[in-house]
């Protein structure tokens, strides 16, 4: 196969671990809780066509940041009762509770085939240390795959600034054109496409067609869903 980029970039959140409307799913069912305690699920709702995520849709249509939706997810969350057992923030509360099975095991995959391969990996993310502090998420297995991480709370701007991004090509020593970048937000996207770099749109309904897109990039073999 062709390879037509030399290093990976990922962005964590809703990329490598799944996203908390599918973290929520699992949260509920390990508590004993009953079904949507945790109201909204985003894309999710659309595609059922059952709920109507409202403060999704006002994101989608550019009124509220991807950060206010999830500020307002925590906050509707907490409104229902929930308990973050010592957690600061829905999102922590979620994603530690998963354990394992928190993360997309095509991303794993995608990382080990990296590194089997050689190819530099890195991880861009406007929120990981935000959300879920620098030291559990370098401990880690699934980071440790990755050979850095770019965090936008350490750089001063957000995605999809162009800082970030500047930074994470900088720090994989390759020319933008010759890095995939998965990023689950199309405003994200955007941003990499104006920094040079070659673009993967992750789908969160159908997550493992943008690994294999961005397998098919590196040169390496499919994934396929997991």
């Known amino acids: 196969m062709t390879r037509e980029c030399d290093g990976l970039l990922l962005d964590v959140g809703l990329v490598v671990a799944l996203s908390p409307w599918e973290l929520a799913d699992i949260f509920e069912d390990s508590r004993g809780l009953p079904s949507r305690s945790i109201p909204g699920r985003g894309p999710f709702d659309v595609a059922a066509g059952e709920f109507v995520d409202e403060r999704w849709d006002a994101h989608r249509r550019g009124e509220i940041t991807e950060r206010e939706y999830w500020m307002e997810f925590n906050d509707a969350a ?30 794993v995959a995608l990382m080990e085939a990296t590194r089997a391969a050689g190819i530099r990996t890195g991880f861009l993310s406007n929120e990981l240390y935000d959300f879920h502090g620098k030291e559990w998420a370098q401990s880690q297995s699934w980071f440790q795959l990755a050979d850095f991480a770019v965090d936008s709370t350490e750089v001063g701007v957000r995605k999809p ?66």
Not at 78 to 104: K, T
Not at 178 to 189: A, H, S
């Open 161 to 226: 600034a162009l800082e970030p991004y500047a930074r994470a090509i900088e720090v994989m020593g390759y020319s933008a054109d010759r890095i995939v970048f998965v990023d689950d937000n199309p405003t994200y996207v955007a941003g990499g496409v104006k920094a040079g770099l070659r673009c993967v749109l992750l789908d969160v309904l159908e997550p493992w067609v943008a690994f294999d897109q961005a397998a098919a990039l590196l040169g390496l073999a499919p994934v396929g869903r997991l």
């Open 78 to 107: 907490l409104a229902n009762g929930i308990d973050l057992e010592g957690h600061p923030n829905l999102m922590r509360a979620l994603l530690r509770s998963a354990d394992d099975r928190g993360v997309r095991p095509e991303a």
